[in-house]
């Protein structure tokens, strides 16, 4: 059964910082493109950004330069590492894991900027 599980999400001041994880299992962690979306309220879902299984990173253009996503195979685990946050970055995050031609989703963690 493919369990994927985000965490790390919360309150946080305008400027400040939070690093999102993602723990996927029962998956061949280690080939699975991973990628962190988020959706605001009202508002469409939305790539953040992306790793392959090789490393190679994506970001969308309202957070490159402040967010970095990062993996750890050993761990099953990638991470988001959010810095410099804004209001707008308010949504709900979620994680997918893309393994052989498959989308494996998270229920998403809460990231509320705002003070």
């Known amino acids: 059964q493919v369990q994927v599980v985000e965490s790390g999400g919360g309150l946080v001041q305008p400027g400040g910082s939070l690093r999102l994880s993602c723990a996927a299992s029962?998956?061949?962690?280690?080939?699975?493109?991973m990628g962190w979306y988020r959706q605001a309220p009202g508002k469409q879902r939305e790539l953040v950004a992306h790793?392959?299984?090789?490393?190679?990173?994506n970001y969308a253009d309202f957070v490159r330069g402040r967010f970095t996503i990062s993996r750890d195979n050993a761990k099953n685990t990638v991470y988001l590492q959010m810095n410099s946050l804004k209001p707008e970055d308010t949504a709900v995050y979620y994680c997918?894991?893309?393994?052989?031609?498959?989308?494996?989703w998270g229920k998403g963690t809460l990231v509320t900027v705002s003070s």
């Open positions: 029962g998956i061949t962690f280690s080939i699975a493109a």
């Open positions: 997918k894991a893309l393994v052989i031609g498959r989308d494996y």
């Open positions: 790793i392959t299984r090789i490393g190679t990173t």
